[in-house]
């Protein structure tokens, strides 16, 4: 029943910004954790941001941290992902995902319990 939808991935440079959003149904969308993980070519999925249910925290891998921002509008039932100062390194399939257990902070795969279908982000020099 539950279903997450991205949009926004494209054709970036190096240096480029770009915002992804994910829109969810089928769940109390304000009272779950929510975050964005990416797969590239021929590497396993790897956790990129996650959003606490009120968006009062939120954590990041070391490799965007300072570079990506995630947000939330629960009136919307929204989760963005703003990338900042991409790199080639940043190409991949970016999923979002909502966490298993409402009120819980989600950071490891495991720890989420629904998957979106990807929006791709390709880098061209």
């Known amino acids: 029943q539950v279903q997450l939808v991205e949009s926004g991935g494209g054709l970036v440079q190096a240096g480029d910004s770009l915002r992804l959003a994910c829109v969810a149904s089928?769940?109390?969308?304000?009272?779950?954790?929510m975050g964005w993980f990416r797969q590239a070519p021929g590497k396993e999925r790897e956790f990129v941001a996650s959003i606490t249910w009120r968006g009062e925290r939120a954590m990041y891998s070391d490799s965007v941290r300072g570079r990506f921002s995630i947000s939330r509008d629960n009136s919307k039932n929204t989760v963005y992902l703003q990338m900042n100062s991409l790199k080639p390194e940043d190409a991949a399939v970016y999923y979002c995902a909502a966490g298993r257990t409402p009120f819980i902070m989600a950071i490891r795969s495991s720890e989420f319990g629904s998957w979106g279908q990807g929006t791709q982000v390709t880098f061209s020099p």
């Open positions: 089928g769940l109390t969308f304000s009272r779950y954790a």
